[in-house]
């Protein structure tokens, strides 16, 4: 089985959506996916909890592809209230929800080994040649940051896709050192930089487990749709998700994923149809 971490609000259900049918159209092996979330409309109105009709969903969408297939909904609201509420990094350059994987070793149910995944993130290939990776002797393995590598450190890496031991992060107390600095320094790149510099060992993997430029290279496996700085015409920044369909083909000129996009919307509107 392989166990996935994803974290984010209601508004992450076209994401999540996407990324299990990639993922699931391309591997055979059972998954299991631990979905935290929270409530923080103190902080903005629109930062509501996953809703149990959208996990619903996604686990019926998952368990007709393999009846062993799991989504489970893990609400931290208060864990994270206790741990992050207020503090310096709550506005960071993303949402607060980017924060929530630094809690995961605070959750026992979580087991020792947990693929984390951003949810701008689609599955090119059998995501068990990323799983099977061995990180026994490390905290996790991660690919390289494609700007930050060059900007800030040779081994500057992008917290897009963390393959994690669980038991190495819990016996070097990676996320508790990460948390601490989370709540007392302000960091460019917040939970990422904390991360990296609360990190014991790490393992750097090859670009196909996290690729953040050429979605369709060949023996890419997992695509990142995050961010891209353009210099052309003008220096700029493009930033198209997986789920807005016309731009990726037009501005990205990804079509890898058309089967699994046109099922999303045939899906998404059924959804939407249901909740009406």
């Known amino acids: 089985m392989v166990n996935l971490l994803l974290c984010g609000n209601e508004k992450v259900f076209d994401g999540a959506l996407?990324?299990?049918?990639?993922?699931?159209?391309?591997?055979?092996?059972?998954?299991?996916?631990?979905?935290?979330t929270m409530n923080l409309q103190r902080v903005n109105e629109s930062f509501t909890s996953i809703t149990e009709e959208q996990v619903d969903f996604l686990n019926r969408v998952v368990q007709?592809?393999?009846?062993?297939?799991?989504?489970?909904k893990i609400d931290v609201t208060d864990v994270y209230e206790r741990e992050f509420g207020g503090c310096v990094n709550e506005t960071a350059y993303c949402t607060p929800y980017t924060l929530l994987r630094l809690l995961a070793d605070l959750y026992p149910q979580l087991p020792d080994k947990l693929l984390y995944l951003d949810i701008d993130i689609m599955i090119a290939g059998d995501i068990r040649k990323l799983w099977d990776i061995d990180v026994t002797e490390y905290e996790y393995a991660a690919v390289k940051e494609k700007y930050g590598c060059w900007l800030i450190r040779p081994d500057y890496f992008n917290a897009g896709m963390l393959l994690l031991n669980m038991a190495k992060i819990r016996e070097t107390g990676l996320l508790a050192k990460a948390r601490e600095l989370i709540r007392r320094k302000k960091l460019l790149f917040a939970d990422q930089s904390a991360i990296f510099k609360s990190t014991t060992k790490k393992k750097l993997i090859s670009r196909i487990y996290n690729e953040q430029s050429k979605f369709n290279r060949k023996g890419t496996v997992v695509c990142h749709f995050c961010k891209r700085l353009m210099f052309l015409p003008y220096p700029?920044?493009?930033?198209?998700?997986?789920?807005?369909?016309?731009?990726?083909?037009?501005?990205?000129?990804?079509?890898?994923?058309d089967s699994d996009l046109e099922e999303y919307l045939r899906l998404k509107a059924e959804f939407q149809n249901k909740e009406k």
Not at 64 to 72: C, F, G, Q, T
Not at 236 to 257: A, D, G, M, S
């Open 236 to 257: 700029h920044t493009e930033n198209y998700k997986q789920w807005n369909v016309e731009e990726i083909h037009r501005y990205l000129h990804c079509f890898t994923f």
């Open 18 to 36: 996407t990324q299990l049918l990639s993922m699931t159209n391309r591997t055979k092996e059972s998954i299991h996916v631990f979905l935290m």
């Open 64 to 72: 007709e592809k393999n009846p062993a297939n799991l989504v489970e």
